[in-house]
């Protein structure tokens, strides 16, 4: 069920799915510290705001991060009051997931691009390669390196400056292409 469709506390628990609007977090030094994790909320009922409430550890080990705003996050528990506004908090290992965004359009076909094709397309705009040159490196089983300098390859870290809307695409994407496709800066550090 949609988050914006909740209208009232449920104690029994559920499936639910949100998409994630911005992220907060409750001091940065521990990592036990609360992470609200602010969904999309649309309703015109008695609650302002949705909210998933995790640790700041439990939250980065399931990629819900600065970098997946945008994403869907599914949850299963029960809604609880959060100030002016609902929650879902303290779930097991297993009981909240970050969607592969590859998935974003069957829970939200009205405003989902096609996934495998905006993938390349944003990764040809950030190295300056064509598309035909993402395809070809994709299916290469060895790294290349563009004019530039800048290393493109199955198996390489992100580099911090890699434009969101990359990232959010490329984070935990499985299928055809590995989920560690990505671009880092050779010269970086020199």
Same mark, same amino acid.
């Given at each position: 069920? #949609?988050? !914006?469709?909740?209208?009232?506390l449920n104690?029994?628990?559920?499936? =639910?799915?949100?998409?994630?609007?911005?992220?907060?977090?409750?001091?940065?030094?521990?990592?036990w510290?609360?992470?609200?994790?602010?969904?999309? =909320?649309?309703? #015109?009922?008695? =609650?302002?705001?949705f909210?998933? @409430? /995790?640790s700041?550890?439990?939250s980065? $080990?399931?990629?819900i991060?600065?970098?997946?705003?945008?994403?869907?996050?599914? /949850?299963?528990?029960?809604?609880? @009051?959060? %100030? !002016?506004?609902?929650? *879902? !908090? &303290?779930?097991?290992? %297993?009981?909240?997931?970050?969607?592969?965004?590859? =998935?974003?359009?069957?829970?939200?076909?009205?405003?989902?691009?096609?996934?495998?094709?905006?993938? $390349?397309?944003?990764?040809?705009?950030?190295?300056?390669?064509?598309?035909?040159?993402?395809?070809?490196? /994709?299916?290469? $089983?060895?790294?290349?390196?563009? &004019?530039?300098?800048?290393?493109?390859?199955?198996?390489?870290?992100?580099?911090?400056?890699t434009?969101?809307?990359?990232?959010?695409?490329?984070?935990?994407r499985?299928?055809?292409?590995?989920?560690?496709?990505?671009? *880092? &800066?050779? &010269?970086?550090? $020199?």
């Open positions: 069920m #949609d988050v !914006s469709n909740v209208r009232e104690e029994k628990s559920k499936l =639910y799915f949100g998409r994630i609007k911005r992220i907060f977090k409750m001091g940065d030094g521990n990592p510290n609360i992470q609200m994790t602010r969904l999309q =909320y649309e309703n #015109d009922g008695d =609650y302002q705001d909210t998933l @409430k /995790m700041i550890r439990d980065k $080990e399931h990629g991060t600065d970098a997946s705003i945008g994403r869907i996050v599914m /949850m299963y528990g029960p809604i609880s @009051k959060n %100030g !002016s506004g609902l929650a *879902i !908090s &303290d779930l097991g290992w %297993g009981e909240f997931a970050l969607l592969p965004a590859k =998935y974003d359009q069957v829970l939200f076909p009205e405003n989902a691009e096609p996934y495998q094709e905006t993938l $390349e397309e944003l990764l040809a705009d950030a190295t300056g390669l064509t598309l035909e040159e993402i395809e070809e490196w /994709m299916l290469d $089983e060895e790294q290349e390196i563009t &004019d530039d300098g800048v290393l493109v390859g199955h198996i390489v870290n992100f580099r911090d400056d434009p969101e809307r990359v990232m959010s695409r490329v984070s935990g499985t299928g055809e292409y590995t989920a560690n496709v990505g671009i *880092i &800066d050779l &010269d970086e550090g $020199e």
